[in-house]
């Protein structure tokens, strides 16, 4: 299995910017999709952001232009630059993985919190 680790949450001005961190470890798969979900008190799990093992991207409507995720291949490493932080962004972040084949993998991270005041 693969493991997630986040890191790079905390409480920010709005306004202000955040990047957080997720390492991989563990069997991890070259072809594979990685993404960044977010889940706000009283609301559902949204995605945020995901990106391939190639580079291509997606991206929620409410982020595009704010956010970048990006990717370290080498590092087995993804992660998420928040720019412009809105009180709305406040959300628990949780990085995920995805392998699809003959038998699709799926992880999740533990999540880590960002708190954007106004």
């Known amino acids: 299995q693969v493991q997630l680790v986040e890191s790079g949450g905390g409480l920010v001005q709005a306004g202000g910017s955040l990047r957080l961190s997720c390492a991989a470890s563990?069997?991890?798969?070259?072809?594979?999709?990685m993404a960044w979900h977010r889940q706000a008190p009283g609301k559902e799990r949204e995605l945020v952001a995901s990106?391939?093992?190639?580079?291509?991207?997606n991206y929620a409507d409410s982020v595009k232009g704010r956010f970048t995720i990006s990717r370290d291949n080498a590092k087995n490493t993804v992660y998420l630059q928040m720019n412009s932080l809105k009180p709305e962004d406040t959300a628990v972040y949780y990085c995920?993985?995805?392998?699809?084949?003959?038998?699709?993998?799926?992880?999740w991270g533990q999540g880590t919190q960002v708190t954007v005041s106004s």
């Open positions: 990106i391939t093992s190639i580079g291509s991207t």
């Open positions: 995920y993985y995805y392998a699809g084949g003959v038998s699709a993998r799926r992880s």
């Open positions: 563990g069997r991890i798969f070259s072809i594979n999709v």
